[in-house]
Each structure stands twice: as C-alpha cells, then as structure tokens.
C-alpha cells in the first residue's frame, strides 16, 4: 500500500503529490537495502512517498530537525527474517547468521531508519499492538503534536509477514477464509456467508503537522485528525468484547475528543475483517454509536479489496476516510452479494459493492486488535 500524506490535528492536519524536493533524503545503497527486512522496505517506500507528497523538503531551513518525530508500529516485525534466518541456524550453526538479522527483524527499525533518511531528530518509536498498531501510531503521534513535543511526525505502520508459519498459524486459529477456488471473493466482510480474513501486506504513512506551521508554509492539507481515543476490552485476547463494548467507548471516546456530534459523520471506515463474529459486533457498535444519524451514514470495509494489513491495517482504515472527505467518493465493500441477515437489521448503508459520490464532512476510522486493543481516529473537513 502506498502512503498517501494525511497531516492531521486539532492543529494536525492531512497533504499531494510532487510538492517540494528530495535534498533532505540520505541516498541508500543497495548494501544497506539488504540489511533491512521487508515490512522496512515497504515502510520507507510509503513514508518517503508521503514526504515528498507534503512539500515539507522545501520548508526544512524553517523546521529544526528536533522538531520532526517519527512513530512508525509494525504489528509482526520481520517474521520472514525471523523464519528465514532460523532455518540457516538449524542447517549450518550459528556462524552462517547474517550480522544484519537483528537489523532485518526488529520492529522499531523501520521508524529508526526512516529517522536517518529523512534527519528527523524528535520523538521516535515503534507501536506493537497487533491490527490497532498503525491507528495508535496516529493517535499517538497527533497528542505529541499537541503537547508540542514536534510540529511535525511521521506517522503509520507496516505489515509483511505472509510466510507458511503466519499462515498456517492463522489457519489453526480458524480465522482464515478457506475460500480457496475463489480467492479475489474470498474477502466479504458482512456478508452472510464471511469465513475469514484474507492476509495483505504492505504500508501506509501520513505526514501529521501542527496546524498552523501547515497553514504558514501553505501546505495542502487533506484533513485534520481532530479526535483520537484508545481503550482495552479486558475481555478476551482474540475476540471483541459482548456487544463490542470496548470499540462502542472508542468510538463515542473519540467523537468527545474531536467535540464532533455523530450526526455529522458521514462515513464510518470499519476494521471489518471478514470473520464471522467481528464484523456483526462492530456493526452493532456503530448502529449504536451513530443512532441518530443512520439514515445519512456509509460504512465500508477497504479490507475487502486489500486483506487484512495487520499492523498497517489502522492507517489504511484512516486513509480510506480522509480520501472520502477529500474526494468526495466512499470507498465500497466488495463481494458483498448477500448481507449478513444481523447486519441487515441494523439499518446501516454498508455501501455494498460500489463506490458512493458524497460530500463528507467528518469520517471515523477503527482498528481493533487482539488483545482487545482499540483505536478510534475522527477526521474533518479544513
């Protein structure tokens, strides 16, 4: 997945493409590419892409390196180096492991390297919280922002761990579609006949700036991240809580923090996976949350087009619901040919199957992971 440039706040807002220029970038030659493992790769690709789309290259004799932080999560970490490298340990001895599997494998590598990249000396770390890691990364980057801890961070996550143990290990816990002779419809989330998610991979990154140093340097702005809230469900580690009560509080949590009324949400981007019992929960946590706003409210699942990003699956949600408010365009819910029956009873707009044209002023991304971790991110119109 390709990072896109949201720049998002309560003065953080989200930015285009070919803006500024590239001077700031320390080249990489293909020795030091080697060293690092895939979900890195994927995540420096999207965060220099996002980097360049902002234009911030063109500003940075106006913005003290200190000032820009980086908080890049990775669900997994480098589990292909990881499986990789253990196979080389069992055939030749510990002497046949690469110096750089370390490097490769640990998660926080991605936001250290794009730190070095792009001379980014402020905050900088790496959340772990399963499918909500990018969502918190967001989160977590806007609050520094607005406790001026940076002006500026590069924020999101990625995700690159499709091997035969991740697989498989998904597949014992049933959480997999078995869709197998159909697999481009084997993702449908809300669908009555769902059997499980599909694993993707790749990454997204959003440029978060403090409002106002956006608006001094004109930069264009997608949206603003007005509202962020994180809860646990203390329930169960691979399951939502009853009635989703810990993603219901996320939501009504994060629409407090933005002081944005349900009723103006226009569009909600769900975690919808395509698992049976979580997609029917978090409906009903939406039917719930945005009760009095139903009838003029879209819901999609982009996992239906893309699988199940994992750590970048928070970022992705968060992409499709800043694109919708800065296109006008929500984003549908594919192979959804026959509407769960508990879903249908909701009364909710699931956008089936084809993409809606609609103004949307606010919009609301969720990522939930297990461990029953939630995060909840508000965006809105500029």
């Not at 977590?140 to 406790?147: F, M, Q």
């Not at 264009?220 to 469900?233: F, N, S, V």
Request: charged share 20%; aromatic share 6%.
């Amino acid at each position: 997945m390709i990072g896109y440039d949201p720049t998002a706040g309560t003065g953080v807002p989200v930015h285009p493409r070919g803006a500024g220029t590239e001077a700031v970038l320390s080249p990489m030659s293909p020795k030091e590419v080697r060293k690092l493992g895939r979900f890195t790769h994927l995540g420096l690709g999207a965060g220099l892409e996002a980097y360049i789309d902002s234009g911030l290259d063109s500003h940075r004799s106006s913005l003290p390196p200190e000032r820009i932080g980086v908080n890049l999560g990775v669900g997994l970490g480098g589990l292909p180096e990881i499986v990789a490298t253990h196979e080389v340990w069992r055939l030749g001895g510990f002497r046949k492991i690469s110096p750089f599997f370390i490097l490769q494998s640990a998660p926080n590598i991605l936001a250290g390297q794009m730190a070095i990249l792009l001379n980014c000396r402020g905050p900088n770390m790496s959340i772990a919280s399963a499918c909500a890691t990018s969502g918190h990364a967001l989160g977590e980057s806007a609050r520094a922002i607005h406790r001026g801890d940076a002006d500026v961070m590069v924020a999101g996550g990625a995700e690159a761990v499709i091997t035969q143990v991740a697989v498989g290990a998904f597949a014992q816990m049933k959480a997999l579609s078995t869709r197998n002779d159909a697999p481009q419809k084997a993702s449908r989330p809300y669908d009555a006949d769902r059997d499980g998610f599909v694993i993707g991979e790749g990454a997204v990154v959003f440029i978060l700036e403090e409002m106002e140093f956006a608006k001094r340097r004109g930069a264009r702005i997608y949206a603003e991240l007005l509202g962020y809230a994180a809860t646990a469900d203390a329930y169960h580690l691979s399951s939502l809580a009853p009635e989703a009560e810990g993603s219901r509080r996320s939501m009504q949590l994060a629409l407090d923090d933005a002081g944005v009324p349900a009723e103006r949400v226009g569009y909600v981007s769900a975690h919808a996976t395509s698992t049976p019992g979580g997609d029917g929960e978090e409906a009903a946590a939406i039917a719930s949350v945005f009760s009095a706003g139903k009838g003029s409210l879209h819901v999609s699942a982009v996992k239906s087009m893309t699988g199940h990003l994992l750590g970048a699956a928070g970022a992705l949600g968060a992409l499709a619901a800043v694109l919708a408010i800065d296109k006008g365009a929500i984003p549908p819910t594919i192979n959804l040919d026959n509407l769960d029956p508990a879903c249908a009873a909701l009364g909710l707009n699931f956008t089936a199957n084809t993409a809606v044209e609609k103004r949307v002023d606010a919009a609301l991304a969720n990522s939930f992971g297990f461990g029953g971790t939630n995060a909840s991110l508000v965006f809105a119109r500029v």
